[in-house]
């Protein structure tokens, strides 16, 4: 009996963890009244503060009951790599010691369907990825855990605790307006936690972002692709596809031989009509791999099929991978041969390519540094 209750006191649930009818059913066992929930909502959402002390309108006993039944952890920036008005990469200590990463991209024009885009948080879903996408950073020192439902959370209030000490023109209550499920890590095999972080990040009394402006990237799981259409949110989804025909995805996707394109693309006709035209589809162009013109129309095919637009994205080269992104010239002849086919397609044509490598990389980075000190030590 001991051992349990010193056992629960180490597993107390994130209050970051919990919707606001989760914490409603606890306030009525300890006979509180309800309307202190949303008192504590607001200091945690909407002011953000990061102790139980800094919620001064709760009564300590209050406070101090609510410090033994939930835990606040707070992941620590252990990195921030990018200046105020590019891209910047925050780098997040996670308790047990392990890295995550989020990116900030500042107002660009709409990748995702949206026009009114103004700060977009990329978020990270696990510590690795399983699914070894032969030219993606995350993957490859394989999967280590999948992250719990606070750490999904934290990394928007971070990055907006973050943006409210550093920006000096942010008056506005919440800077991050869109969010990117791209991060580290394949969402939907992190399906439950994710699909609840997203619950609170939707919320009104949560994040508040507008589940059209919530974007989850996959590789191609076909069954929660289909569970996800039947949840009740409008999510956007951006299909990692990167090869229009088995052979070229096979190649570089291993995911593909467990959900051929066949089966992947009847899943997403499935959200396609259950949802609308809330489909993407991804395509990183890499030089002598995917960039041949015979993917063009194959591509054409499936982007018509689900109302989908293409984001083209020249690789990001990754250290120790020998994978190149195909020069400009061959860049923009992928782009006009699929807008010859009446493709709505779009080429980033980003600069600050060192300091924009794709999500993973900066974690990498930091673990094979670290690893280093302590190899000379
Ligand atoms: N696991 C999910 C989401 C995370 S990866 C997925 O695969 O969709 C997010 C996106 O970054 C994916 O489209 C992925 O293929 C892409 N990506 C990974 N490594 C990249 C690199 N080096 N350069 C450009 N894009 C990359
Ligand atoms: Fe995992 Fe996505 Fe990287 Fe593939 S591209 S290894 S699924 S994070």
Redesign the pocket.
Known sequence: MAAESCLENILNPDLKSQTKEEIEARFKELNEPLYRVQQLLEWVYLRRVTTWEAMTNLPKSLREKLAQIYSLQIPKLARKQGSTDSTQKFLWHLADGNFIESVLIPANPALYGEATDRHTLCVS?QVG?A?G?K????GLEGWKRNLTVHEIVEQVLGVERWASEHLKDETRERMVNNLV???????LANYDNLIKALTILNAPWGMSIGARKITI???GLVPQIRKLADEPFQFRL???L?GATDEVRARIMPVNRKYPLKELAAACDDYQKKKGKMITL?Y?LIAGVNDALSQIKPLAQLSHRFHAKVNL??????DGLP?ERPDEATQEKFLSALVRENVPATLRREKGHDID?????LRLKTERELKGLANAA
């Open positions: 879903t990825c699914y996408c030219f993606c950073a995350s499920i791209m991060g580290m890590g394949e969402p990237s996959t590789s951006a299909i990692s990167h991804e990183i994205i020249p690789y990001n080269k990754v994978w490598a794709a999500c993973g990389q």
